[in-house]
């Protein structure tokens, strides 16, 4: 059987990949990274609405919401993208981002912010990292970590450049102005996507044969019999609730540690930056020195970020403090992108929607205990450096979780070889 599919050519890709970065921006910018400038004005508000003090346990329990929200739609979302691609699931997602960030500008309650952050679950899903990673994996067969590491930078450059930019707006307006400007970017996204985005590269007269090769791989019940998915699923929880705990707390610890709000902001572009670094980095060297001997690397240098960040919790010493989120943010940029990267160039593209919604459903396990475990043991124990040794020890058993991870270079570029 003939058919032809009305689609953009292959280098039509790095347009793709320019609006993958822009919508990772987007989503991850304004959901985990910019809106934590704004916590102790949030704390300090909900105190004189309800009268009474309000832990920062119960604050971070929105990111535990947004992200077990965002699991209950992950699988669901995984299964509509491998039928009917993530054009209409994107914009859907968009839509409902704006909605949602109008309805921020008049919370003024913790319920309130409660009921925001279970509506930016979806749009993480939607927007964010499981509908790019399908559509950067059919477009980039070859360079395929590179194209996934610079889409995973999106996220580490969108929370790298609001936090300090929302700081600097607070200058010269409120923070609910802050956050009704930022209403229009997603409907500014929306024609983008609409306009612009494509599904996949042209195949001209392409047999029904030559199809089925490009969505080579496992099926959804192939890949729950592998032992690589169940160690990814582990590794993946670990480093998420490391990295969601500190994201979501570095500010308010730089605030303990001394420091004013302009500053304290730059914790989330050090760490973000150092995440781009590492996703960017970890896209040329894991195809040329092979995927596991990286994975290991950015585990060392994850760990060792979070070594610093204790001791920093404990002396306040600034230099441990700048280069202990540097360097931590740089090995989860590395790990981040080879779990993306591992998705697709283990499992392949047949059901990879459906595989990435079963690991983004289960990681959500870790990333929504992070933040507010992180905070709950600042309130029972008045510091941080309790919160940073659990995190420094969920670290190393993500990495003990990753040696297990049976990975075969060789095949994996023969069986892309194969669909170039």
Same mark, same amino acid.
């Given at each position: ?190 024609? !983008? ?39 990814? !699923? ?187």
């Amino acid at each position: 059987m003939i058919s032809i599919i009305q689609n953009k050519k292959p280098n039509y890709r790095w347009v793709i990949l320019a609006i993958s970065f822009l919508l990772m921006m987007v989503v991850n910018g304004m959901t985990f990274g910019g809106p934590t400038v704004f916590d102790d004005l949030l704390l300090e508000n909900l105190k004189n609405s309800s009268g009474e003090p309000i832990s920062r346990a119960e604050l971070k329990f929105r990111e535990s919401i947004m992200i077990w929200s965002a699991a209950g739609f992950g699988f669901l979302s995984g299964t509509f993208a491998d039928k009917f691609g993530v054009k209409p699931i994107m914009l859907t997602g968009l839509l409902l981002f704006s909605m949602l960030y109008f309805l921020f500008v008049d919370v003024e309650t913790l319920t309130d912010i409660y009921i925001i952050y279970l509506g930016f679950g979806p749009c993480l899903i939607f927007v964010g990292s499981l509908t790019n990673v399908i559509l950067i994996s059919k477009w980039f067969t070859k360079n395929r970590a590179l194209g996934l590491g610079i889409m995973a930078a999106g996220s580490s450059i969108g929370s790298a450049f609001l936090t300090p930019f929302y700081a600097w707006l607070m200058n010269y307006m409120d923070w609910r102005s802050v956050i009704y400007f930022n209403a229009f970017i997603p409907l500014i996204m929306i024609f !983008i996507v609409l306009f612009l985005l494509h599904e996949r590269p042209v195949q001209i007269k392409s047999s029904s044969n030559e199809k089925d090769s490009l969505m080579n791989g496992f099926s959804f019940t192939e890949a729950l019999k592998s032992k690589n998915l169940w160690f990814l !699923i582990l590794m993946a929880m670990c480093i998420f609730y490391t990295m969601m705990g500190m994201t979501t707390n570095a500010f308010l610890f730089l605030r303990d540690s001394g420091f004013d709000r302009q500053v304290a902001s730059v914790s989330a572009t050090i760490l973000f930056m150092g995440s781009l670094v590492g996703k960017i980095s970890c896209g040329f060297f894991a195809e040329k020195f092979g995927r596991k001997k990286v994975l290991i690397c950015y585990f060392m240098g994850f760990i060792a970020g979070s070594i610093l960040l204790t001791v920093a919790a404990g002396t306040k010493d600034a230099v441990f403090i700048w280069l202990g989120l540097g360097i931590f943010g740089t090995g989860f940029g590395g790990i981040y992108t080879l779990k993306q990267l591992l998705s697709a160039d283990l499992f392949g593209l047949k059901s990879l929607g459906k595989i990435t919604g079963l690991i983004n459903l289960t990681d959500t396990i870790g990333s929504g205990l992070g933040p507010v475990m992180t905070a709950l043991f600042f309130d029972l124990t008045g510091n941080y450096q309790t919160s940073f040794l659990i995190i420094t020890c969920i670290t190393c058993l993500g990495l003990i979780f990753s040696l297990f991870l049976d990975i075969n270079d060789d095949a994996i570029e023969k069986s892309k070889s194969e669909i170039e």
